[in-house]
């Protein structure tokens, strides 16, 4: 997830990917309410196990 900071995402993406065995990855934009409160530039990064 990100608030306009695509190139930062990608590359935080590339890196995850080559670290993990990840079965999805997805890049998705921030809601408005979430870039206001956090800032243009915020990056988030959520995840769990699969089981």
Same mark, same amino acid.
Request: proline content about 4%; glycine content about 8%; overall charge negative.
């Given at each position: 997830?990100?608030?306009?900071?695509?190139?930062?995402?990608?590359?935080?993406? #590339?890196?995850? %990917?080559? !670290? +993990?065995?990840?079965? #999805?990855?997805? %890049?998705? !934009? +921030?809601?408005?309410?979430?870039?206001?409160?956090?800032?243009?530039?915020?990056?988030?990064?959520?995840?769990?196990?699969?089981?």
């Amino acid at each position: 997830m990100h608030a306009y900071a695509l190139d930062e995402a990608e590359r935080l993406k #590339e890196r995850v %990917l080559a !670290e +993990f065995n990840c079965a #999805e990855l997805w %890049l998705t !934009e +921030f809601s408005p309410l979430m870039g206001y409160a956090c800032g243009t530039g915020t990056i988030g990064f959520a995840f769990y196990p699969e089981d």
